[in-house]
């Protein structure tokens, strides 16, 4: 090593996550105001196709969907998840959270970034699919035998261009039976 | 207003006059370098030098010789490492760091750099990632500047990596780093791989948000050796 007469101090590498809350502000002063996410466009025309009127949105980033939104799930005839977060729980803890909401209200939209599932590096009990878009909602279907799952994501390999971090790519629609 | 929909950063153009293009590559560079902050901490600072732990470690194993920081934000040590050659990709980095070398594409660096290095580091490089499975053909460019027993520092995070994650990714990962004695003569010497351990917060069923360890210089960690396997590490400088 190189000598210095400076005093040198070792510190603690700082934390990424402090940047996700502001990712779709700052990726939006790239751009001009004349483009939309189109899967955030997809939320608004699910909601609105499906006539859901009060949707309770979970969020850490904030997406400035146009909706009607109540302030409690138990008000709500849609609970709509982009909070990225939940896709950092285990496998199991997921699933717990939607079977928590499903008792709330029905109807669930989640939206899952597929770049943090099974975070912890658990072993998977269920046979799933070889490929891992599929086996995200195998494993969802699988794990929720009491609610209809309808993936309604759009597949693609992600070079890290698609503003997961903005809005999860995963999209599913769960309803309970 | 009708807005066109887009799918991803190449569907719609940047706002593209000068000024604001050299704006956004600065902010993009540094979504990307946390370690850039260490760079603006250390500039004006007479009496104190920071490190990051990681990188004390890297440094207090490097072998005499010449040293390649590439993608990893390196001129933030300069002072501390002889022979220092800083690699970026983002030209925006010559505008503060005139001294360092700007590549397109890892297939210069041989070009420039033919067998000329003792340690190469890539510490937690944004552009290595979104590779499919593992970054195995970068590391073939990197063997090509190193000199016969010249050590790779290798790190990066598995969630910007194409992979299955609902395979054992432990053994994917370190698989994979011992495949390259075969494809390119990389002797794994050491790693560390790590996980979240996530546990419920209280008796609910909440659970901790936080990212897998270590959003500076990645979960996965390697030392590789080139040619050779008989490198000996200090960890009483690993803080891991």
């Known amino acids: 090593m190189k000598e210095t007469t400076k005093q040198i101090e070792v510190i603690p590498s700082s934390n990424l996550y402090k940047w996700a809350k502001n990712f779709k502000r700052v990726q939006d002063r790239f751009f001009d105001n004349q483009y939309k996410i189109r899967r955030l466009q997809q939320i608004e025309d699910f909601i609105y196709l499906n006539n859901f009127n009060k949707v309770y949105h979970e969020y850490e980033v904030d997406l400035e969907l146009e909706m009607s939104t109540v302030e409690s799930k138990s008000d709500a005839d849609l609970i709509l998840i982009t909070h990225q977060g939940y896709s950092r729980y285990p496998l199991s803890g997921i699933i717990e959270k939607v079977s928590q909401w499903l008792e709330e209200c029905p109807n669930l939209y989640l939206c899952l970034n597929r770049h943090y599932l099974n975070i912890d590096n658990k072993k998977v009990d269920i046979d799933l699919p070889d490929s891992f878009l599929p086996a995200i909602t195998s494993w969802l279907t699988q794990s929720l035998p009491n609610a209809v799952v309808v993936d309604i994501s759009r597949n693609y390999v992600d070079r890290g261009s698609h503003f997961t971090w903005v809005c999860p790519d995963r999209h599913y629609y769960i309803k309970k039976i | ?240």
């Not at chain 2, 260490?38 to 490097?62: A, M, P, Q, S």
């Not at chain 2, 790779?152 to 299955?164: A, C, E, G, W």
């Open chain 2, 1 to 240: 207003m009708t807005r066109k929909l887009i799918e991803c950063f190449d569907d719609y153009p940047m706002i593209n006059n000068k000024d604001e293009i050299t704006r956004h590559n600065y902010i993009r560079y540094r979504l990307g370098r946390l370690k850039h902050e260490f760079w603006l901490k250390n500039r004006k600072n007479k009496e104190k030098i920071y490190v990051e732990e990681y990188d004390w470690f890297i440094l207090n194993n490097l072998k005499p010789g010449n040293t390649c920081m590439f993608g990893s934000a390196g001129y933030y040590l300069e002072d501390l490492i002889e022979n220092l050659t800083v690699v970026e990709t983002w030209n925006v980095v010559k505008g503060f760091y005139p001294k360092a070398h700007i590549v397109k594409h890892r297939q210069e660096l041989e070009k420039l750099f033919p067998n000329t290095f003792d340690n190469f580091v890539v510490n937690n490089n944004r552009g290595d990632h979104w590779v499919v499975d593992a970054p195995t053909e970068h590391m073939i460019e990197y063997t090509k500047t190193m000199h016969d027993g010249a050590l790779l520092f290798y790190s990066f995070r598995d969630t910007q990596i194409v992979f299955n994650r609902f395979i054992d990714q432990y053994e994917h990962f370190l698989n994979w780093a011992k495949s390259l004695e075969k494809v390119c003569d990389l002797h794994l010497i050491w790693h560390d791989i790590k996980f979240a351990k996530k546990q419920k917060i209280s008796n609910n069923i909440e659970y901790d948000i936080m990212e897998n360890p270590d959003t500076s210089n990645g979960n996965l960690k390697f030392v590789f050796q080139y040619k050779r396997n008989d490198y000996k590490l200090d960890m009483s400088y690993y803080n891991g």
